[in-house]
């Protein structure tokens, strides 16, 4: 299978120029390595009903085309039940009976990270199990057998960070993130993830995850985001940042990609023509910021 890189939106809303710069991204990264370029529909969660029609148009309008099928993460759950069972016989997992607030309230073992899990349904006994089950579902956890794992990432080099016993399945069954995006990439043949550098924290659970699945970990390039003039990460308050908020202002879906491709110090044109200006090693590695009507000229 030739290997390939990938964008993976949550249909939760329309695509902001943050996420389109991100998938113009992923694509130039794919392309200019030879690979193909598949899309997922990441839609476990905060699946919003027809925004997934809407972000294709607008991938496509901005020139980022994939290929074959589109895959959707609800279609798959054969899949991750498959990875959690292989977990289980490993012994690799546990069930988790706490609730948000038990964790926050519980005191966190010494030299855990900050937000991770404490641990304190990682040893229940066979009656502590039959009494917890009767009161409410349980989440499967991970028992990880580290805390902190290292990935090497294109533009941020050498990075380590914390693993926890994070959480495959949630309680209401919905697989987790963490578990689904790992499963994911392997079975579609995705040996290059490029996303936002927002995720790079929770990179290193997912390489573990792979390691302990026996799958290849894939090449890493985390990319700056599109922030607002405050610096914080751009959302849809922060003005015209949608395709059709800007098409209302006259701005088209094809100048909408050239300001994208500036941004990235590329020249305006088709995404193949930036191809063959486009260098990782020359991208911009600050965070870019959308100052919505100077952007637009
Ligand atoms: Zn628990």
């Not at 193909?36 to 990441?42: C, I, Q, S, T, Y």
Request: hydrophobic share 40%; charged share 25%; aromatic share 6%.
């Amino acid at each position: 299978m030739t290997p390939a890189g990938r964008f993976a939106p949550s249909p939760s809303g329309e695509l902001h120029v943050g996420n389109l710069r991100t998938a113009i991204l992923a694509w130039l990264f794919a392309r200019s390595t030879g690979r193909r370029f598949l899309l997922r529909v990441e839609d476990l969660d905060r699946a919003r009903a027809g925004a997934e029609a809407v972000q294709l148009r607008d991938l496509a309008a901005i020139g980022v085309g994939w290929d074959g099928d589109v895959i959707r993460q609800t279609a798959r759950g054969a899949l991750y039940d498959d990875a959690i069972s292989r977990l289980q016989s490993a012994g690799l997992t546990y069930e988790c009976f706490c609730t948000r607030r038990e964790i926050q309230e519980a005191p966190s073992a010494p030299h855990a990270p900050q937000g991770a899990y404490p641990g304190t349904c990682r040893n229940l006994d066979a009656a502590e199990l039959e009494c917890k089950r009767s009161t409410r579902p349980a989440a499967i956890r991970l028992r990880a057998e580290l805390a902190e794992y290292s990935v090497h990432d294109v533009l941020h080099g050498a990075y380590t960070g914390a693993v926890d016993d994070f959480v495959l399945r949630r309680n209401d069954g919905v697989t987790a993130y963490n578990l689904a995006v790992v499963v994911d990439d392997a079975e579609q043949g995705i040996d290059q993830v490029v996303r936002g550098d927002d995720l790079l924290p929770s990179t290193p659970r997912q390489a573990y995850l792979a390691s302990l699945l026996n799958i290849p970990v894939p090449e890493y390039a985390h990319v700056p985001l599109v922030v607002n003039s405050d610096g914080a990460r751009l959302a849809k308050r922060d003005g015209a940042v949608t395709l059709a908020d800007l098409g209302a202002r006259g701005v088209s879906a094809a100048e909408v990609r050239n300001i994208l491709l500036d941004s990235l110090g590329l020249p305006p044109g088709t995404l193949e023509a930036a191809l063959d200006a486009f260098s990782p090693a020359a991208l911009p590695r600050e965070p870019w910021v959308w100052k919505d009507t100077v952007n637009i000229q």
